[in-house]
C-alpha cells in the first residue's frame, strides 16, 4: 500500500517524481483514449466551500467517466448555515462512508485540522493560498504535450504571486523537474524572499508564461486594476516578442483584459482551454492512483 496516496493527496510535496511521473503518464494515456477504468461500486463526495467552476466539475466529470457515484455538497443549503464547523462538516461526511472527499476551502492548510480524525481518503482542491496540487499536475502535463519534457525549460509566472496557490504549488514542483523559474508582476504582489523581473526582460527566452490570476478576494486592501494589463499583463506587442514556440497558460478563471487582453486567451500561442481539458485526465489519474493505493 502507497502509505502517502492512502491518505489522499494534500501537496505534491509528498510525491516523488517518480509518482508524479506515474500520475502524468497515466492521465496522458486517458487522453489519448485509453479506457478509464470501472468505479462504479466508488462513491465521492465533493465539498466546495469557496466556489469554482474548473476544479469542481472537472472533477465531476472524472467520477462521471470512472463510472463512479458523486455527492455534491452544498454550504448554502448545509447546516454550516445553522453554525456547524467546517471540522464537524468534514466528520459529518466522513462518517458516511465514501471512498474519497474533494475538498476546497479558503483556509491555508484546511486538511491539517482534521488529520488523523477521519478515515476517508482526501483530495485538496485548493486550500486558501497554499496550494493546489491538482492543477500543477494539469500545468505540467500541457507543458509535456507541448515540448515532449520538462527539464531546462524557462517558466515565467507572472502577477499575484503573494496570493496565488497556483503559483506555490508550481514553484516548487517545476523546481522539483529541472525548469528555471522566473516570477514577474506588481511589487504589492511579492513574496518575501523572492525576486521580481519585468516581464519585458523574461518575455523573450522563456518557453511557458504562465498568467495568474488578480485575487480580488484575497486583498485586505483594494488593489487598483487601473493599467494593470499595460505594465504587467500580456497584450499583443508582448506577444509579438515572444521567443519562437513558447506558450501562453494561465489556470482560470481569467480577468479578461487584466491579465491578458481579449484577443490572447484563445490566441494560437494560448493553451487555457487545453489546461481545462487536461483537468478531466488529470483528476481521474489521481482518483485511480488513490483507489489503487488501497488495494
Ligand atoms: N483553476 C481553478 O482552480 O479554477 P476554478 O476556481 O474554476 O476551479
Redo the contacts with the bound molecule.
Keep these: 500500500m502507497d502509505l502517502t496516496l492512502s491518505q489522499g493527496l494534500f501537496a505534491l510535496q509528498s510525491l516523488s517524481l517518480t509518482e508524479i511521473q506515474s500520475i502524468l503518464r497515466r492521465a496522458q494515456e486517458f487522453c489519448d483514449g485509453v479506457p478509464m477504468p470501472d468505479y462504479s461500486s466508488k462513491l465521492a463526495c465533493n465539498l466546495f466551500f469557496?466556489?469554482?467552476?474548473?476544479?469542481?466539475?472537472?472533477f465531476q466529470v472524472a467520477q462521471n467517466r470512472l463510472k463512479m457515484r458523486s455527492l455534491i455538497f452544498s454550504s448554502e443549503h448545509s447546516s454550516l448555515q445553522k453554525g456547524e464547523s467546517f471540522y464537524d462538516t468534514i466528520k459529518v461526511f466522513d462518517c458516511f462512508n465514501p471512498d474519497l472527499l474533494i475538498v476546497?476551502h479558503g483556509k491555508e492548510k484546511f486538511y491539517e485540522e482534521f488529520a488523523g480524525s477521519i478515515d476517508t481518503p482526501v483530495i485538496n482542491?485548493?486550500d486558501g493560498a497554499g496550494s493546489?496540487p491538482t492543477?500543477s499536475l494539469?500545468d505540467l502535463i500541457t507543458i509535456k504535450q507541448e515540448f515532449g519534457y520538462l527539464a531546462g525549460l524557462n517558466v515565467a509566472i507572472v502577477g499575484d504571486v503573494l496570493h496565488s496557490r497556483?503559483a506555490n504549488t508550481n514553484i516548487e514542483i517545476m523546481q522539483r523537474f529541472g525548469m528555471k523559474v522566473f516570477m514577474s508582476g506588481p511589487p504589492e504582489f511579492l513574496k518575501r524572499g523572492m525576486s521580481f523581473f519585468p516581464l519585458l526582460e523574461l518575455i523573450e527566452f522563456c518557453d511557458v508564461i504562465v498568467m495568474l490570476?488578480v485575487q480580488n478576494e484575497r486583498h485586505d486592501s483594494k488593489f487598483s486594476l487601473k493599467d494593470y494589463n499595460f505594465k504587467y499583463g500580456l497584450n499583443s506587442k508582448m506577444l509579438s516578442l515572444m521567443k519562437p514556440g513558447a506558450i501562453i497558460m494561465h489556470?482560470?478563471?481569467v480577468n479578461r483584459g487584466i491579465e491578458l487582453t481579449e484577443d490572447l486567451v484563445e490566441c494560437s500561442r494560448s493553451r487555457i482551454f487545453n489546461?481545462v481539458k487536461n483537468?478531466i485526465c488529470v483528476r481521474a489519474s489521481v482518483m485511480e492512483a488513490i483507489f489503487k493505493s488501497l488495494i
Design positions: 469557496e466556489p469554482s467552476t474548473r476544479t469542481s466539475y472537472s476546497r482542491a485548493g493546489h492543477q494539469i497556483v490570476r489556470p482560470g478563471p489546461q483537468g
